[in-house]
Structure formats: C-alpha cells, structure tokens
T-cell receptor
C-alpha cells in the first residue's frame, strides 16, 4: 500500500535553531501534502496544505514566515520551523493521498520536536 | 466551517463491543473518516463513509447518517491492543485536507 516517510523522527535542539522536516511519498506521486501539529493529549490540527510547484496554503493562525513549506517535487515536501522556541515543541505529522480514485490520507510516522 | 464532536474518553472490557459516536456540522460534506492513533504514533486509517449506511471491515464498522450529521465507529470483540485514540475526521471545504475531531481515548481492560 501507499507509504509516506517522514524524517527525522526526533529532534532536540536549542532555542533559535531552525529545523527542517521532510515528508516523502515513497510509491506514489503526491501533488498535495498536508502538515499537521499535535500537542499532548490533543487532536491533530491542520497547519497547511503543501502544493507541488506553488505556494502552500496556510490555515488561519499559522505564521507562514515561521513555518516555511517547500514542495519542489511530486514526492517531497519539507517543513522548516524557523528560529524555533520552546512553544514550538510539538508532534509534527505530514500526510498525503494517492491522487487517483478514492484513497484515504496516509500519514508519516511524525516528528517529535523538542526545543530547549 | 467544520465542527466535529466526539466523547473524550470511553472504557470497555476485552471481548465486548463498543460504539464511538461522532457528530459533525460542516459547510460542505465530502466524506467522514475514522482513524486510530496509538500514543506517540501517527494515525492509521480505519474506515470511510460517504453514503448513508454501514461499512464493515472485519472487527471494525462505521455508520453514517448525513441527514443527522452523525457517524459512529463500532468495534467488536475488543482486544487490549485496541486501547488507543479514535479520531473522527471530515474533509475541509476545499475538499482536500482532513479536519479532525478531538479524538476519543478508548481504554480496554481485561
């Protein structure tokens, strides 16, 4: 079945560091990928829709200059958390869907980001 | 906009049947999804309804009533490994991304 790979799984870094997270569709091409954030004991909150070859669409309240999204190929989207601070510590998860026919969203394994 | 409600927590015993309800209010409807999420892991797809009625997949079934804005996930023959969070999700107005409810944490005891 369709597989979405996300890297890295864990990041621990100092405040002020920028962190890049990669999301890859391994056996299908994804013109659209999605980035979610999940705080402890809360549900997944959609941050942005990543569109191949064009600008990402951000949800209300998500700073586009803080969370940079690049979708340069049909199999790779990246999320960069710029100048991360402790309040950015969270579980970041990407998803993608096989574009042909009905297919559910498939999720990467997530990235746990801890900012010290 | 989207508003998805489900109970916060439920408990059940091994071998039992449990029904997790979800009500939704959306400005457009493009299907209702159920995902399972174990602590610290990504969600995995369980079931999907776009038409009214029951969809059965082994021990898991999902039901939808569009007129009532209501869905439920039915888990049969519960096992300890079914202890997880169950997320009800609708599709956003653009018809692309999933919008999740807060999730129902199910605890299965022996």
């Amino acid at each position: 079945g369709a597989v979405v790979s996300q890297h890295p799984s864990w990041v621990i870094c100092k405040s002020g560091t920028s962190v890049k997270i990669e999301c890859r569709s391994l056996d299908f091409q994804a013109t659209t990928m999605f980035w979610y954030r999940q705080f402890p004991k809360q549900s997944l909150m959609l941050m942005a829709t990543s569109n191949e070859g064009s600008k990402a669409t951000y949800e209300q309240g998500v700073e586009k200059d803080k969370f940079l999204i690049n979708h340069a190929s049909l199999t790779l989207s990246t999320l960069t958390v710029t100048s991360a601070h402790p309040e950015d510590s969270s579980f970041y998860i990407c998803s993608a869907r096989v574009p042909q026919g009905f297919q559910p969203q498939h999720f990467g394994d997530g990235t746990r980001l801890s900012i010290l | 906009g989207q508003n998805i409600d489900q109970p916060t927590e439920m408990t059940a015993t091994e071998g039992a049947i449990v029904q997790i309800n979800c009500t939704y209010q959306t400005s457009g409807f493009n299907g209702l999804f159920w995902y399972q999420q174990h602590a610290g892991e990504a969600p995995t797809f369980l079931s999907y309804n776009v038409l009214d009625g029951l969809e059965e997949k082994g021990r898991f079934s999902s039901f939808l009533s569009r007129s009532k804005g209501y869905s439920y996930l039915l888990l049969k023959e519960l096992q300890m490994k079914d202890s997880a969070s169950y997320l009800c999700a609708g599709v956003n107005q653009a018809g692309t991304a999933l919008i999740f409810g807060k999730g129902t944490t199910l605890s299965v005891s022996s």
